[in-house]
């Protein structure tokens, strides 16, 4: 679920599930090709940054180099924010991401 978008399944107007082809809320605020941003906040476990920028390259087809990452730490060190800028062609990429997203554990939060 990518908040403050709708969930391709909740789309209306666009067919059932709400996929490419369908108006979609993102593809009327965004003009793709677009440099789109990721917010995720997650344990710091691991190669946390590392691993989710290389996510985010393969999913939108670029390189490592191509996505733009800042961090902060919480006080403690416990959690790990990142932002994350990189090119997408087209709303499926921005979903695809949250979608890969999901798949690790790590991963508290996304916006």
Not at 86 to 103: E, G, K, Q, S
């Amino acid at each position: 679920m990518i908040r403050g978008f709708p969930n391709p399944s909740s789309v209306t107007g666009g067919g059932a599930g709400g996929g490419a082809g369908g108006d979609r809320v993102i593809d009327q605020l965004v003009d793709f090709p677009s440099v789109f941003t990721f917010k995720v906040v997650g344990h710091r476990q691991g190669d946390f940054v590392t691993d989710i920028t290389d996510l985010v390259a393969g999913v939108t087809g670029v390189t490592r180099e191509d996505v733009r990452v800042s961090v902060r730490d919480t006080p403690n060190g416990k959690w790990r924010s990142i932002t994350l800028k990189a090119p997408c062609n087209t709303a499926d990429n921005v979903y695809a991401v949250y979608d890969a997203l999901d798949r690790d554990p790590r991963v508290l939060f996304k916006f």
